[in-house]
């Protein structure tokens, strides 16, 4: 059997190694030449020992995911839509900013929460994405782009798991491609720019805290659970003192001491100063198990919503954004709006499932991509 070595954690491809009788810095080697030098090609990983390059020919790839296509927006953000086989494909997007170069990452082909405001969750469920397919954008986005910039360091300093799918929905392929992500001999990000964002999957929450605390975002998009039960169902069998509850208790284990809790500003659904005050209450008056004090450390990230025919919602003004997020500010909650990037090409938030919506129609492209490509695009290397 063949292996995809971007399945593998450092800790899986030192297993993965031991069973070719390979010592455990040969592991490390490899997996350096995989990550920080983009190599997917064995005959190229030319400080390995021949006879492990042989081996490793024999019984095991680097297996990117092919590109169906590249959109560059006029802002400088990027998007890729990967196809993951079966009529599927997912996307990722890269938003350079000055300080920082920030890939949002997809976690699920479609997602089975289905959120009223969210394309994918219209798209409805298809299915996980592995490790494998999971680093595979982060993998290809990173020696893409050095190669892009004419850059010889790293172009990717956070990641978000923001994309298309639950993360906390898909928890046993989440956990070792975040831990790929963190380890100094992958791509080296510190806990703080690494970002889970979830619909509030309690269970998970807890089990990540505990196996690979990094920064949490929570979409909570509703003061009150008869609102929050509408816009995202999950809140029925995880309703908002449940949420609050876990995010008290992931803090602890955070590497921010805050828990960022993103805001879809929908026109006239959850935008007047009423949810605001009723918002600013909730996160305040929330009690501590077991003593007394009240309330939540976070932050706020105002999200304006990025419309779609199918939702039948509309983007909240610019002025009632403000208004929202001055009401949130004077009460002494830090409050930002999120600039809204990539719009030209469809690359906001919430629109990256707008290409995929119809199957057939992304089943065509892939074929007639292939038929004009003579070679699959499995992502670079080094050496191209
Ligand atoms: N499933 C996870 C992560 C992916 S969605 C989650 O829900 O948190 C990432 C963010 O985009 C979430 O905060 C989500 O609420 C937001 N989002 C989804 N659709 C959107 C839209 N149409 N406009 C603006 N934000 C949207
Ligand atoms: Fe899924 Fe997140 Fe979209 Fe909700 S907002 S449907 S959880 S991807």
């Keep these: 059997m063949v292996t995809n070595l971007l399945d593998f954690d450092l800790e899986g491809l030192v297993a993965f190694c031991e069973q070719l009788g390979e010592k455990r810095f040969r592991a490390t080697q490899l997996f350096r030449s995989i990550h920080q030098r983009g190599i997917s090609d064995f005959s190229l990983m030319s400080d390995l020992a021949k006879l492990l390059r042989e081996k490793l020919a024999k019984h095991a790839v680097v297996h990117a995911l092919p590109v169906v296509s590249m959109h560059e927006s006029a ?34 082909a479609g997602c089975a929460v289905g959120c009223r405001f969210c394309s994918t969750g219209h798209q409805g469920f298809s299915r996980n994405l592995s490790t494998a397919e999971i680093l595979a954008q982060l993998w290809y986005a990173e020696h893409f782009l050095r190669r892009h910039l004419g850059l010889d360091e790293r172009v990717i300093s956070n990641v978000v798991m923001m994309g298309m799918g639950e993360p906390l929905q898909n928890y046993d392929a989440l956990v070792p491609a975040l831990r790929v992500m963190l380890d100094d001999h992958g791509y080296g990000l510190s806990r703080r720019r690494v970002t889970v964002s979830t619909s509030g999957v309690v269970s998970m929450m807890d089990r990540l805290a505990a196996d690979c605390p990094v920064a949490l975002a929570v979409s909570l998009h509703a003061p009150c659970d008869a609102l929050r039960d509408s816009l995202v169902p999950l809140n029925r069998k995880y309703p908002l003192t449940e949420l609050l509850d876990a ?107 707008g290409e995929v919506k119809d199957r057939t129609r992304v089943t065509h492209r892939i074929q007639l991509q292939r038929q004009t490509m003579p070679t699959k695009a499995t992502g670079p290397t080094h050496h191209e």
């Design 247 to 353: 995010c008290l208790r992931y803090l602890p284990a955070a590497p921010r001491d805050f828990v960022t809790f993103e805001y879809c500003m929908l026109d006239g659904v959850n935008d007047s100063d009423l949810h605001a005050q009723e918002l600013i209450a909730l996160i305040r008056n929330h009690p501590h198990k077991g003593d007394k004090r009240k309330g939540i450390s976070c932050k706020f990230n105002l999200i304006p919503f990025n419309p779609f025919p199918a939702s039948g919602l509309l983007r909240s003004s610019t002025e009632r954004v403000m208004q929202f997020a001055k009401k949130l500010s004077d009460a002494g909650i830090v409050t930002t709006v999120r600039k809204t990037r990539g719009d030209d090409i469809d690359a906001a938030c919430g629109q990256l499932a």
């Design 75 to 108: 802002d400088g953000t990027i998007k890729w839509l990967f196809d993951v086989g079966h009529g599927d494909a997912v996307e990722a997007v890269f938003i350079p900013e000055s300080d920082r170069g920030t890939l949002c990452v997809s976690s699920q």
